[in-house]
């Protein structure tokens, strides 16, 4: 088995209440689901309007899937108009 995690930082644009921040995640973190096969909580920043903090839990059979379901996941989030990445961390779980 083969695991990953990705921080996530973003910025959301034209937010302007906490209610409207939750509501965008929420679409952001379905339609991310509903791309890719995997789980994603706020992880932190939850009192503030503008930033955010999203954890992406990834999962795979082998190294090689994984790599690439990482990347594909960065992009997505990338290419999104709505957000703007202000830093992304990948960290591994390495089984012993």
């Known amino acids: 088995m083969h695991a990953a995690a990705i921080r996530v930082e973003l910025l959301l644009r034209d937010v302007s209440s906490l209610k409207e921040k939750r509501s965008r995640l929420k679409g952001v973190a379905r339609r991310l689901r ?3 096969p995997v789980a994603v909580a706020e992880i932190d920043h939850q009192d503030l309007w503008k930033r955010a ?5 990834v999962v795979a059979g082998q190294n090689g899937q994984l790599n690439r379901l990482l990347h594909s996941v960065i992009r997505w989030f990338e290419s999104q108009d709505d957000l703007e990445v202000l830093e992304t961390v990948t960290a591994f779980m390495v089984e012993e």
């Open 53 to 57: 903090t999203l954890g992406v839990a």
């Open 34 to 36: 509903d791309r890719y």
